[in-house]
């Protein structure tokens, strides 16, 4: 039985910009449709068009029928949505159709404890008494797994981990038994475990509850773990629609093989990773992609380790102050690192992994001297950096630099990024003048693949993937020997995923550059590192050459982690 029929939908802004176009599908019930794509493709417009929820500006045409459980005068079967007032909608929003966000911190209220917006939805949609409805809260909180319950319900986002965050907003999306769940990419910035869990559970509730569902995702290997068929969209047009496991065994659209290669395999290393151009506008048939042989990849560690380590990190611990006395003195400390003990050679990259919560983050910041309350060696070319005064500081801080999870918040919406390029030589006094430091910022924007005209633009007028271009530029203006990447690929969709690490690793070769690369994702760091740390409660647990240590781990948490990846 057929509950969602979406007929010719097609959205456009300002009468100029078409986001879909004449897009259908169907939903059965307790069926799970994944929607996959690039961003811009059309798959969140899609969710948000269903719930009336398209921001102001777009115009709708086409058909959203939804089968009506309560048959009414207008339409005993199906109602369409696109007809319906606001105050109409109100009423099926939450209680019929609900959405998961992809980003559970903005989407949930900071200043809102976490049991009082669950019973907020009971509320409006309930005639439940406030006693039987903290009740409901707490049996939903343990429906969707999250630990102490009553400890969830009093606390705030804020205080929660993204799995917990992410498990609440679940918890919202189900309160009020809906028919129809649209989850908007909701694993995107999790941990591959945490993610998994994620999975496992909307798979769990979808069949406890006969739900059927919309995931959106970037991702065509996560979409084969949670749906039935499967929507390609690219920008607004459908590419192909079928059966998931037709799709993933045989797709018969390039841009859909492209979609799939893009993703680091574990059996295969590219010199260069896939990317969706390789793959469009070409005969059918796969490219040829260059191989790196182990030989090849022996000889190269055996030129890079002959040198001595450009880092090495000794005996490192690290925390933060939970709680002060009356004076104002530390009498409780997280101990957030433990004993850290690892080296760096020139033109290495060394992989940091772990779950959230397992220090990487905090190293990476230890490292840069943005935190201060820690002990032991940091030695970076022979000089110990923690005992550096404030200006050697800066000058080291040149040296090494960081690129940062999410380019759009590190970058100032108010700056262009020609300024936000040209701002770190002027402080660091890099260049004679206002002119060399124009043609250098040309130069770098030309060296991370952006057009040269992106100078005047600002941050909301690129793409997720060009914003991370220009931070790498700006990292780059002060020629930096070491970088740190802190999950700088994480958010990203995989098309475009790829093309960033391609760039890395040209920039690697052409710069003499040496990375620390930190991600949660190990598919992505078997790709990129030479040696692998696996970081776990603020310990290294496990460490050794990338291929050695992915063929045979030793460790159960290791284990878990590229089973998580890999599956």
């Known amino acids: 039985m057929i509950l969602l029929e979406v007929n010719n939908l097609t959205i456009e802004f300002n009468k100029k910009q078409i986001i879909t176009d004449n897009l259908s599908f169907a939903i059965e019930k307790g069926e799970t449709l994944g929607i996959v794509g690039e961003s811009g493709s059309g798959k969140t417009m899609s969710g948000l068009a269903i719930l009336g929820m398209l921001p102001k500006g777009a115009d709708v045409k086409g058909e959203i029928n939804f ?13 369409n949505l696109l007809k319906l007032s606001e105050n109409e909608l109100q009423a099926y929003r939450g209680s019929r159709i609900s959405m998961i ?17 669950v019973a907020e939805v009971l509320e409006i949609h309930t005639n439940l008494p406030s006693k039987l409805i903290k009740e409901r809260v707490l049996g939903l909180f343990e429906e969707v797994m999250l630990p102490n319950p009553y400890e969830v319900y009093n606390k705030y986002p804020h205080q929660l981990s993204g799995g917990q965050r992410q498990r609440v907003m679940i918890a919202l ?15 995107t910035a999790l941990d591959v475990t945490l993610q998994q869990g994620i999975i496992d559970l909307l798979n769990k509730l979808k069949t406890d509850n006969n739900l059927s569902m919309i995931f959106i995702s970037h991702d065509l290997g996560l979409i084969s773990k949670i749906s039935d068929k499967v929507l390609v969209l690219s920008k607004g047009k459908q590419i192909e629609f079928g059966k998931v496991q037709d799709i993933i065994n045989a797709p018969k659209a390039p841009y859909t093989v492209g979609l799939l290669s893009c993703r680091p395999k574990p059996e295969v290393r590219y010199e260069r990773l896939p990317v969706i151009e390789d793959f469009i506008n070409k005969d059918f048939a796969f490219p040829e992609f260059k191989t790196v042989s182990e030989v090849e990849r022996e000889k190269l560690q055996k030129l890079i380790y002959s040198e001595p380590p450009i880092l090495t990190i000794k005996n490192l611990n690290s925390w933060f102050v939970q709680k002060y006395n009356f004076l104002g003195n530390p009498v409780k400390n997280f101990k957030a690192l433990k004993n850290i003990e690892f080296q760096v050679w020139k033109g290495e990259t060394v992989g940091l992994v772990g779950e959230s919560g397992s220090g990487k983050t905090t190293l990476s910041r230890t490292l840069m001297q943005l935190i201060d309350t820690f002990d032991g060696n940091i030695i970076f070319k022979g000089n110990d950096i923690s005992v550096l005064k404030r200006k050697e500081i800066q000058a080291f801080r040149k040296s090494v630099q960081l690129i940062f999870q999410d380019p759009y918040s590190s970058l100032n919406p108010n700056h262009t990024i020609g300024f936000a390029i040209t701002e770190p030589m002027i402080v660091h006094q890099i260049g004679y003048g206002e002119r060399e430091r124009f043609l250098k910022t040309m130069e770098l924007l030309d060296l991370t693949g952006l057009d040269k005209n992106f100078y005047y633009r600002f941050p909301h007028q690129l793409s997720g993937g060009q914003r991370q271009r220009v931070t790498i530029a700006r990292v780059l203006a002060l020629q930096p020997q070491l970088l740190i990447c802190d999950e700088s690929v994480s958010a990203l969709d995989v098309s475009i995923q790829a093309q960033i690490l391609n760039l890395l690793n040209d920039l690697k070769k052409k710069l003499g550059l040496t ?14 590192a030479d040696r692998i740390f696996v970081l776990k409660d603020g310990s290294i647990i496990e460490s050794g050459e990338t291929d050695a240590l992915c063929s045979n781990p030793q460790e159960d948490y290791t284990r878990a982690l590229l089973k998580a990846t890999f599956n």
């Open 173 to 187: 999306a189900i309160a009020c038994k809906p028919m129809l769940i649209i989850a908007d990419e909701p694993t």
């Open 67 to 79: 089968r009506n459980p309560e048959p009414g005068t207008r339409n005993p079967d199906f109602l």
């Open 101 to 117: 966000f992809q980003e559970p911190m903005t989407a949930l209220d900071p200043v809102m404890k976490c049991g009082k917006q």
């Open 515 to 528: 990375y620390i690369f930190i991600s949660h994702d190990m598919a992505v760091v078997k790709y990129m």
